[in-house]
Every structure is written in structure tokens, then in C-alpha cells.
């Protein structure tokens, strides 16, 4: 492994799981506005990551003694910074969009199970009909 990618992995996979986990949250809730603040922090935490994880990656690289020529080719943490927002939005898109069709999903089974439980429950009531 490069010293690039000691530094970045480890960096990008916090702002990933931060990301990931925020996307849930955001997915599970049923508020739009915190749905929303959930997203953000999502979003800015890949998207912070992704660039202060390419920048200490490119630094310490750089930082070695005798470093190759492509520790020099350091594009990443701009592109990153200009342009990071667009994977930032695919994945917590997905992982939103994911979760809010299983919660949609498992609430309406759910429902329709318990319906079926409460309409086969005595109630005690002479004048019930049978089922």
C-alpha cells in the first residue's frame, strides 16, 4: 500500500460510515425536515472526507523521503472539493431511497398483519357476528 492510501482509506471510510448511518436516520424518519438535516450531514461528511482524506493522503505521500513522480499528480483533493458533492449524492440517495422502501414496505405488512389480528380477536360483544 501507498502511504496515499494508508492516510485516505481510513479517513474516507469514517466520513462513509458517518454518511451511511445518516442516510438511515434520514430514511427512517418521517419528518422531512429532519429527514432533510440527516441528508446534509450525510452528504457533507462523504463529501468532507472524500477531500481531507486525498489531501492527507497526497501530503504524507509526498512527505516520504524519495517519492515517486505520481505522488505529485495531486488533482484528487481538488476534484474532490469542486466536484465531490455528485458521489456524496448518489450514495446517500441510494441508501435513502433504499431505506425508505423497505420502512414502506415493512410498515404496510406490518399493518396489514395486525389488522388481520384485531379482526380475529373475541371482544366478548353476544351481538358479534361470526368470522
Known sequence: MTPFELYFY???GTGLIIALFASIA???TSRILLAVIFMLIGIGSF???LFIGSEV????WQSM??????????????GA??????????????IFGATKAFCL???SRLKSNEQAIVSAIETGN??????
Not at 126 to 131: E, H, K, R, S
Open 10 to 12: 481510513p479517513i474516507f
Open 26 to 28: 434520514a430514511g427512517k
Open 47 to 49: 463529501w468532507g472526507s
Open 57 to 60: 493522503g497526497y501530503q504524507m
Open 65 to 78: 523521503p524519495n517519492p515517486p513522480d505520481v505522488a505529485f499528480n495531486d488533482t484528487m483533493p481538488m
Open 81 to 94: 472539493l469542486i466536484a465531490g458533492w455528485v458521489p456524496a449524492c448518489i450514495f446517500c440517495g441510494f
Open 105 to 107: 414496505l415493512f410498515n
Open 126 to 131: 353476544p351481538y358479534q357476528t361470526p368470522q
